[in-house]
Each structure stands twice: as C-alpha cells, then as structure tokens.
C-alpha cells in the first residue's frame, strides 16, 4: 500500500505545470529558428520513450510484456493522445501567443466531462453547464471575435490540440487502470515516435548544426545555447519530466486537484511568454483569460468520478 502525501503531491504536480508553462515558450523558440515540428515532435518523443523504457525496465520489467495485450489503446494514445498532442500544439504556439494557445488546448477539461457523459454515461455535475458557458464565452473574448487579429489557422491548432488532449485523458485514464504509468509512457511515446519518424525528414537533418548557437530571442536576445541542449531539455524537461511528474502526483491526489494544479500551466505559459518573448495581451484578452481558467476550474470538478485502483 503506497502511503499518501498531499504535500508531496501538490509540489509533484506544481513542478510539472511550471515545466510544462515554460516548454511552450521553448518549443516556439526552437521551432522558429528552423527546426521542422515534425521533427521537435519525434525528437521530444524518442526522448521521452528512451528515459520511460529505462524507468519501466528498472520497475517494471514484467509488465512491459503485458502491455502487448492492450496495443490497440496504446497505439490509440500514443498517436491521438501523444503524437498529435505534441504537433497540434506545438503548430499552435508558433503561430498563436502562447497563453491564448494554451488555453484553447485546456479547453479539454471541459470537454472529458461531457464525452464521459455522451459516450460512457458517467454521471455529471449540472454545474458543468456554467463552466462550458464560461469557457466558451471567455474564449471569445480572448480571441476578440468582433475584431480578432488570431490567426485562424492558428485557432484551429489549438482547438485540434484540445481534442488530442480529451483523447489523452480519456484514454489514459482507463488504460493505466490495467497498468503502470511507465508502461504506458514507454509505449505511448514509442508509438508516437514511430507515426512520426517518416514526417521527420531525418536524411535532410543538419546534424552538424546541432552544435551552432540557438538564439533565445525576445527579452533574452543575445544569449545562446547550444541547439543540441536545447532539444534535450525539450525532451527531458518539457516532456518525460512533467509528464512522469503528473502521474506520480496522481499517487498523492485525487485527479480533480491534480487537474486543478495543472490549470495553472495555462496562467504560467502566459508569465513566461510575457518575460521570455515580450508577449503582451490586452487587458479583454487577460479579463477574457480569467473567466475561461475560472470555467475550466469549474469543469474539472463537475466530474463523479468512482474510486480507481491506481496500478504500481
């Protein structure tokens, strides 16, 4: 019986929300400087799938092989719910300001409710209405539809991200019902890695250019890293780390108030986005942003959910 420590938990799942908030800003500023999204995509999944397997071998070695009963939702996660997650996100941060594309993504929480309601008959607070009307109408007033300078494409992304991400949820909650969170990294991001290895254009890759200075741009002009560390950070901090971090929270808290931390990302991604990028709303898309975090707050605690055994 794994013993529960709250605090534990709450620093867990704020750590992971911190990194998450900051690899918005990171991926837009490697993106930018010429590496393809595909290829961001496979490299932070081969990262992540890498550090995953080494976990779930030390771990978990006996359940690695029971995963091969379950390969139609891994396959399921790992390419909706990992893969396209990362590239509709990250196609979203490059032509959106970060906070708005992140809080089109987290639009998800309001939207597992209602597909758990729709699809699998689980029971629903009333008060998820007022949360998907207040996010709904924050959102357009974030987006400004009366004069909006969005790009619509750019809309679209992140909308399409909000839907990799409800496939997240939904999907990884019921597959880690039946095994380890590791196990399921480890095939989630090998199968993601795998649907984008052909997109990745690796035999026009400069890998030479690993070693040139990445330019961090807006408010950090001037100041370089090495393109190589870089993307392991991308891999390891933005990716494996927050990811393993929220399912280790989840042994702590329930996944309402892990969910709740996790809200805070989107508040994050726009601090960052403002000190790193010199990213600036106005004060409607800010009063705009608020309604739509408070609508999401409310969502992500209109869900009845049962008691889940959480597999070690």
Not at 25 to 42: A, D, L, N
Not at 52 to 57: G, I, Q, V
Not at 238 to 254: D, I, Q, V, Y
Request: overall charge positive; charged content about 10%.
């Amino acid at each position: 019986m794994t013993h529960k420590h709250p605090t534990l938990g709450a620093i867990f799942a704020l750590v992971a929300a911190i990194l998450f908030g900051l690899n918005a800003s990171t991926t837009k500023v490697i993106i930018q400087s010429g590496i393809t999204t595909e290829q961001v995509v496979f490299i932070r999944s081969l990262s992540a799938f890498s550090l995953a397997l080494l976990w779930a071998l030390i771990a978990n070695r006996k359940e690695l092989a029971e995963g091969l009963r379950h390969l139609p939702k891994l396959i399921t996660i790992g390419i909706l719910g990992v893969g396209m997650l990362q590239w509709t996100y990250s196609m979203a941060v490059v032509k959106l300001p970060v906070g708005i594309a992140l809080l089109i993504e987290y639009t998800a929480v309001l939207w597992v409710p209602l597909v758990a309601l729709v699809f699998f008959k689980e029971k629903v607070k009333r008060v998820i209405w007022l949360g998907a009307a207040m996010v709904l109408g924050g959102l357009a007033v974030v987006a400004e539809i009366w004069d909006t300078q969005l790009d619509f494409v750019g809309v679209l992304f992140g909308f399409a991200a909000s839907v990799s991400l409800t496939i997240h949820f939904i999907t990884g909650e019921r597959i880690q019902r039946k095994l380890p969170t590791n196990v399921v990294m480890t095939y989630g991001m090998l199968f993601a890695s795998l649907f984008f290895l052909p997109f990745s254009n690796l035999v026009n890759f400069d890998f030479v250019g690993l070693a040139d200075g990445l330019d961090l741009t807006g408010n950090l002009a001037g100041i370089s890293v090495p393109l190589w560390l870089a993307l392991i950070w991308l891999g390891v901090m933005g990716s494996f780390l927050p990811m393993a971090l929220t399912f280790l929270a989840l042994r702590h808290l329930s996944a309402t108030i892990v969910g709740i931390i996790a809200t805070s990302e989107t508040v994050l991604a726009f601090a960052f986005a403002l000190l790193w990028l010199g990213e600036v709303i106005s004060l409607t898309q800010a009063l705009g942003g608020i309604v739509v975090v408070t609508g999401i707050l409310i969502a992500q605690t209109a869900r009845k959910q049962s008691v889940v055994k959480v597999v070690e």
